[in-house]
């Protein structure tokens, strides 16, 4: 629920798969999905993609700073 009026917030409309695996991967941290939210709308804007699973993986976990 909170995933889904962030996400409208930024105008973003996601698959439930793309909010699952962003919720997943999150760690229930607000914050960080906040961010991986305004990074998926950045990224997703600049290359003109749709946001999917495998666009997911690669802009949010290719670097994932948290390991």
């Known amino acids: 629920l909170i995933l889904d009026s962030k996400a409208k917030r930024l105008g973003l409309e996601l698959s439930d798969e793309v909010k699952l695996f962003?919720?997943?991967?999150?760690?229930?941290?607000?914050?960080l999905?906040?961010?991986y939210l305004k990074?998926?709308?950045?990224?997703?804007?600049?290359l003109?993609?749709?946001?999917?699973?495998?666009?997911c993986e690669k802009v949010l976990?290719?670097?994932?700073?948290?390991?």
């Open 33 to 35: 999905m906040e961010g």
């Open 61 to 67: 976990l290719e670097n994932d700073e948290r390991e």
């Open 39 to 46: 990074k998926l709308d950045f990224a997703a804007k600049q």
């Open 22 to 31: 962003i919720a997943e991967n999150c760690d229930n941290n607000i914050m």
């Open 48 to 55: 003109q993609k749709d946001i999917t699973i495998s666009f």
